[in-house]
């Protein structure tokens, strides 16, 4: 099946910091997801990007389907951004909410 | 609103007990899945239901057993659990199974078996 790599697993930032996070799958997907799980343990979907840049605020995301990455960029780091950032796909074909999610990326932000 | 709701947050059951976790959306969508998490791993899919109908078994044990009630509702009844599966039980939903949409995930019920 379908792997997902992402990286680094732990991230340490002081706040005001700017982070990059990667995330690369071995096969072609028609859905990526990010999502970042704050430690209550709600995954909160920050952005659906199978191929394309979007930005929301202090977040961006860029993914390049056709060299099987994407990205995802925090800028001005807060401490209300720690918790864990996941990367989904789900394999071209696949049902849509079979998603194989990375193992993480656990981000620190300290004050 | 791109909302699902979980009920209850945190459950505590014996072994022997019976008890159900529940899922509710109003957001039209008509594919909605269990997913379970385990701590400091990703989650995994259960089940996916399309259209009311079971699609997929992720060969879950049968102590788990999904239901759902019509395309607002998702439940899962877990019966003679095992301490193994105390986890956080993650529901989902998106517009249908087949299209390239955004999946939501609601915040979770927190499941300790004793």
């Known amino acids: ?111 | 609103d791109t909302e699902v709701t979980q009920t209850p947050k945190h459950l505590v059951m014996g072994m022997t007990n019976k008890k159900s976790l529940k899922c509710e959306q109003h957001m039209g969508h008509r594919a909605m899945y269990w997913y379970k998490q385990k701590a400091k791993k990703p989650p995994e899919l259960m089940f996916v239901y399309s259209y009311e109908k079971l699609s997929i078994n992720e060969s879950v044990p049968s102590r788990f057993s999904p239901e759902c009630p019509n395309s607002s509702l998702l439940n899962l009844h877990l019966h003679a659990l095992q301490p193994e599966d105390s986890a956080l039980y993650l529901c989902a939903s998106t517009l249908t199974e087949s299209s390239g949409n955004t999946i939501y995930f609601g915040e979770g019920s927190w499941l300790t078996v004793v």
């Open chain 1, 1 to 111: 099946g379908i792997q997902v790599e992402q990286s680094p697993p732990d991230l340490i930032l002081q706040e005001g910091a700017n982070s990059t996070l990667r995330c690369n799958f071995s096969d072609s997907v028609n859905n990526l997801q990010w999502f970042h799980q704050n430690p209550w343990g709600q995954l909160i979907n920050l952005f659906y990007i199978p191929s394309g840049t979007k930005q929301n605020g202090r977040l961006s995301a860029t993914t390049v389907a056709t060299e099987r990455y994407s990205l995802l960029y925090i800028s001005s780091s807060q401490t209300t951004d720690s918790g864990v950032y996941f990367c989904a796909v789900v394999n071209y074909g696949g049902s849509q909410g079979n998603l194989i999610f990375g193992k993480g990326t656990k981000l620190s932000v300290k004050p």
